[in-house]
């Protein structure tokens, strides 16, 4: 059965702070791997990270994706308290397979 | 350009009933995914749909159906209705069938009393 386990499952850190966040995945068909922000409403699409680009960059934010060892990590530099939210990593093929997410609590 | 719209936002129906949740994609995209999500269970998918046929189906009953329309306009159904089918359901679309990004609308938030 395809699996995505994300981890730490939550943490709080202050404004300025980097934060990491892990993904570890099984699935039969990899495609791609993707990162999605949720606050209150819909996840919104951050990164997407496939055998052909396994390094994504945006701002403050940056993600790798390891191949080997079936893995992705999500780097937040100085971190702001909008950056309070779930994240979510999905792996798969035709259908993705949401892990339970990384909720992140920046105070200030 | 418009996101993924969902209608409606918030419904309150009870046990044995049952429930419509419409989906309009961005304008351009064909596929149509929908999901379940849960505190408990998290984001669990349940089927897409990409040319008026469903494509692929996750682990959920028959109670669960959806149809797209020939211009990708979605909706799903949920029949005899239970107490464990609250939930936030959200659509996604995005260019073609398996394609991704999906990108996601606000969802429907499903309260059974």
């Known amino acids: 059965e395809d699996k995505v386990v994300q981890s730490p499952l939550s943490l709080v850190v202050h404004e300025g702070d980097t934060v990491t966040l892990n993904c570890s995945y099984e699935?039969?068909?990899?495609?791609?791997l993707l990162w999605y922000k949720q606050e209150k409403k819909a996840p919104t699409f951050l990164f997407m990270l496939t055998s052909s680009g396994i390094e994504k960059k945006s701002g403050r934010l940056s993600s790798i994706l390891d191949k080997k060892e079936l893995s992705s990590i999500l780097n937040i530099t100085a971190t702001q308290t909008g950056d309070s939210a779930i994240y979510l990593c999905?792996?798969?093929?035709?259908?993705?397979?949401f892990g339970a997410g990384t909720i992140l609590r920046v105070k200030s | 350009k418009a996101g993924v719209t969902q209608t409606p936002r918030y419904l309150i129906k009870t046990r044995g009933q049952q429930v419509t949740l419409s989906c309009s994609p961005i304008s351009g995209h064909r596929s149509v995914s929908w999901y379940q999500q849960t505190p408990g269970q998290g984001l669990q998918f349940l089927f897409e749909?990409?040319?008026?046929?469903?494509?692929n189906k996750g682990n959920f009953p028959g109670r669960f159906s959806g149809r797209q329309f020939s211009n990708s306009r979605s909706e799903m159904n949920v029949s005899t209705l239970e107490l464990g089918d609250s939930a936030l359901y959200l659509c996604?679309?995005?260019?073609?069938?398996?394609?991704?990004?999906?990108?996601f609308g606000d969802g429907t938030r499903l309260s059974i009393l």
């Open positions: 699935v039969t068909n990899f495609r791609s």
């Open positions: 996604a679309s995005s260019l073609g069938w398996g394609r991704q990004p999906q990108h």
């Open positions: 999905a792996v798969g093929g035709n259908k993705l397979v």
């Open positions: 749909y990409f040319s008026e046929t469903q494509r």
